[in-house]
Nanobody, 125 residues
Framework: QVQLVESGGGSVQAGGSLRLTCAAS????????MGWFRQAPGKEREGVAN???????RYAESVKGRFTISRDNAMNALNLRMNSLKPEDTGIYYC???????????????????WGQGTQVTISS
């Protein structure tokens, strides 16, 4: 069965960095769009970044220039490098598998059919 397991969350001060990893299994990883989403307390879940099967990436405006999404198809892993972190980056970060090889340009969560359990990221000021 499809499994997505996130790791790497934690608590850091503003300006710091974190690297999240999602271990994927149970599907043909290199043929899938993969994405990172986050949900802050009291807010709706929002898309952060995605990467399609060809390696093309998209980022939310709020994280452009600070976050980098990458995929390791040999290891079935999805990564998110987060630099210059801000308190508003705080939330639960989720890895998600897209339903198709290409990614939704608007981070529509309905385009993703499997989700991980999430990992907490807390940024203090």
């Amino acid at each position: 069965q499809v499994q997505l397991v996130e790791s790497g969350g934690g608590s850091v001060q503003a300006g710091g960095s974190l690297r999240l990893t999602c271990a994927a299994s149970g599907f043909t990883y290199d043929r899938s769009c993969m994405g990172w989403f986050r949900q802050a307390p009291g807010k709706e879940r929002e898309g952060v970044a995605n990467i399609d099967s060809g390696g093309r990436t998209r980022y939310a405006e709020s994280v452009k220039g600070r976050f980098t999404i990458s995929r390791d198809n040999a290891m079935n892993a999805l990564n998110l490098r987060m630099n210059s972190l801000k308190p508003e980056d705080t939330g639960i970060y989720y890895c998600a598998r897209g339903a198709w090889p290409s990614c939704s340009g608007d981070f529509n969560s309905r385009s993703y059919n499997y989700w991980g359990q999430g990992t907490q990221v807390t940024i203090s000021s």
